[in-house]
């Protein structure tokens, strides 16, 4: 799989690569895809624990693991798919403030879904986005 580039950002990042096995981001060419990203400290993997803190930690890594990968960031994200325990209007109300924040030039597709469970017990939200960045292959 030469055309393909695995991109873990310093800290978490890293250390989720050699304990589960997985990279947060690939680069496909032009396309980058993100693992989901939770609201963890990207440093030392704390999840915060309110959910508000929660979904703006994981828009902001994100942006991390876009930029790891030679993106951008968010103005390049053209599918967001988010994961909720639970799925509510608190929360929904946070994806759309960021949305906005990080996006205020276009709108995005984006597959909303509550869940049971993600990967930690203290996850509340999971993102995993698109991103298409022609200039910087």
Same mark, same amino acid.
């Not at 624990?49 to 960031?73: P, S, W």
């Not at 509340?124 to 200039?135: G, K, L, N, S, T």
């Given at each position: 799989?030469?055309? %393909?580039?695995?991109?873990?950002? /310093? =800290?978490?990042? $890293?250390?989720?690569?050699? &304990? ?45 693991? %876009?930029?790891?990968?030679?993106? /951008? =960031?968010?103005? $390049?994200?053209?599918?967001? &798919? ?56």
């Amino acid at each position: 799989m030469s055309n %393909l580039t695995y991109c873990n950002y /310093k =800290g978490f990042g $890293q250390k989720q690569q050699e &304990n589960f096995w997985y990279s947060q981001a690939v680069r496909i060419g032009d396309r980058i895809e993100c693992a989901g990203q939770g609201g963890w400290d990207p440093e030392t993997g704390v999840i915060y624990k309110e959910i508000n803190a929660q979904i703006d930690q994981a828009f902001a890594n994100v942006e991390l693991a %876009l930029q790891t990968a030679g993106g /951008k =960031g968010w103005e $390049q994200v053209y599918r967001v &798919n988010s994961y909720h325990v639970p799925i509510n209007n608190e929360a929904l109300d946070a994806m759309v403030r960021n949305l906005k924040r990080y996006m205020p030039n276009h709108q995005p597709i984006w597959t909303c879904v509550g869940v049971t469970r993600l990967a930690e017990d203290d996850m509340r939200v999971e993102i995993e986005v698109v991103a298409h960045d022609p200039q910087s292959q």
